[in-house]
């Protein structure tokens, strides 16, 4: 599944207006601490988190995520959006929790 599939079928707010949405989705990985989801998440992976600063778009682009799905309404930081943008990062948003959001991430792409 396709980045902008996903965005697609959950409803997703598109934060980026230069994120990659044509990037394939191979699993997700839900967090909030970085050097967790730095240590662990994969390649192709959506990262479902609470943080909405630059940091996570750096992980993001060394672990070479295909989006961040940002929770609970959260807009990114502005220094977020830019680094995004300059990377070709996907962030995104929804109002839903990340149990919610990951379960039906979950079940789109299993």
């Known amino acids: 599944m396709k ?3 996903l965005v697609e079928k959950l409803n997703l707010k ?5 994120g990659d949405l044509e990037k394939e989705i191979s ?3 839900t967090g909030d601490l970085l050097s967790d ?6 390649d192709g992976n959506v990262l479902v988190t609470v943080q909405s600063h630059k940091n996570v778009t750096a992980i993001a682009s060394l ?5 961040v799905v940002l929770v609970k309404g959260i807009s990114p930081e502005p220094e977020m959006l830019e680094s995004a943008e300059d ?3 996907a962030v995104l948003g ?3 929790n990340a149990f919610t959001i990951s379960g ?3 079940e789109l792409i299993k």
């Open 104 to 106: 039906k991430i979950y």
């Open 3 to 5: 980045v902008k599939e």
């Open 27 to 29: 699993g997700g990985y």
């Open 94 to 96: 929804t109002k839903e």
């Open 37 to 42: 989801v730095m240590g662990t998440a994969k």
């Open 14 to 18: 598109v934060f980026t207006e230069k």
């Open 87 to 89: 990377e070709g990062i």
């Open 63 to 67: 672990k070479e995520l295909a989006a």
